[in-house]
């Protein structure tokens, strides 16, 4: 048990849940058990109990967090988890009715996704092809770490994965057809994504360098790492994005992991891919969140009137 108190064993059992019955990756159980402990030290502030909270209980503590100036979107995500954690305790017979019934979520703004261009994915790649490790001292050693670095780049923006997935994807996942890359998503979904002819040239490259650093160590993982976890971290991969970005001219504010994945959507569906193919290679459970990238789409409609419209074109003589 992370919690001691009795509404804190309540959060508890209420994570399990999450985590036993509907596949909750680590990340997400750690993001409702912040945001549930956040709730419950305002409702103590007042003397109220996790368990006994009501509407105007859950209201006030909207208003805080927005008088703190987190965003919507901040306020948005942990209203969700109390709802959901209250839906949890009336399921379980541990409350006769649901305080959050009545209340209504701040409205959101979903911005556009922060993406790069075809050309900055290129200087990268390139850069990531040029890069030095000045703290590795044998040749070998700059091998594997420039080899690593092309491999990551070039499989992440092949597939559009989450970095989680991709920094652990374990060693058999490429081993098996080479056109494709077998990938357990959030919730344990299972789903192909297909390899680029350059991606999958840098994994042939990437492998037997990757045998001579584990030195006939055994590793699950294609980037092994002597760490806690086995494989190379989220934390560590977006610092070496941030040199990458450094050394391919970019502002490396604008680059991480995440922008990839955005990058691989966005060149997707502006070189024709279908929304629905898009979704399923980013592994989203709901269509409604590969829409954000529908302004891609709005934009290309925008070229083709304007290039092939009879009207469009009389309007330029």
Same mark, same amino acid.
């Given at each position: 048990?992370?919690? &001691? ?5 309540? /959060? ?61 979107? &901040? ?46 994915? =290129? ?26 670095? /092309? ?52 994994? =042939? /490259? ?8 584990? =030195? ?81 789409? =709005? ?7 304007? &290039? ?10």
């Amino acid at each position: 048990m992370r919690h &001691t108190g009795e509404g804190e064993k309540h /959060i508890d059992a209420f994570l399990e849940m999450l985590s036993a019955e509907r596949g909750a990756a680590k990340n997400t159980l750690d993001a409702y058990g912040r945001d549930l402990s956040d709730f419950a030290r305002f409702l103590g502030a007042g003397k109220v109990e996790l368990t006994a909270a009501g509407p105007d209980g859950i209201r006030h503590y909207l208003e805080e967090i927005e008088a703190q100036g987190f965003s919507a979107s &901040t306020a948005a995500r942990r209203l969700s988890a109390i709802r959901q954690f209250h839906g949890f305790l009336y399921a379980e017979g541990l409350r006769a009715d649901d305080p959050c019934s009545s209340i209504e979520g701040p409205r959101r703004v979903r911005p556009l996704p922060k993406t790069l261009s075809v050309k900055e994915v =290129d200087a990268l790649l390139e850069a990531a092809r040029k890069i030095e490790d000045g703290r590795a001292q044998e040749e070998a050693v700059r091998a594997y770490k420039r080899a690593r670095i /092309i491999c990551l780049m070039e499989v992440l923006y092949a597939s559009g994965l989450r970095v989680s997935e991709l920094v652990g994807l374990p060693i058999h996942s490429v081993l098996g057809d080479e056109r494709h890359l077998t990938v357990d998503g959030k919730g344990g979904r299972q789903r192909l994504v297909p390899l680029s002819p350059a991606a999958r040239r840098a994994i =042939d /490259i990437y492998l037997p360098l990757r045998e001579l650093r584990l =030195d006939g160590q055994a590793s699950d993982w294609l980037f092994p790492s002597r760490g806690q976890q086995g494989h190379l971290t989220r934390h560590r991969f977006a610092q070496l994005l941030k040199e990458l970005s450094i050394v391919a001219g970019i502002d490396p504010v604008r680059v991480s992991p995440h922008t990839l994945r955005h990058a691989f959507a966005s060149h997707l569906l502006a070189n024709g891919a279908d929304l629905r193919a898009v979704q399923q290679m980013l592994g989203h459970a709901d269509i409604s969140t590969t829409q954000i990238y529908t302004h891609v789409l =709005d934009e290309k409609l925008k070229a083709l009137v304007q &290039t092939h419209h009879p009207l469009a074109n009389a309007s330029k003589n």
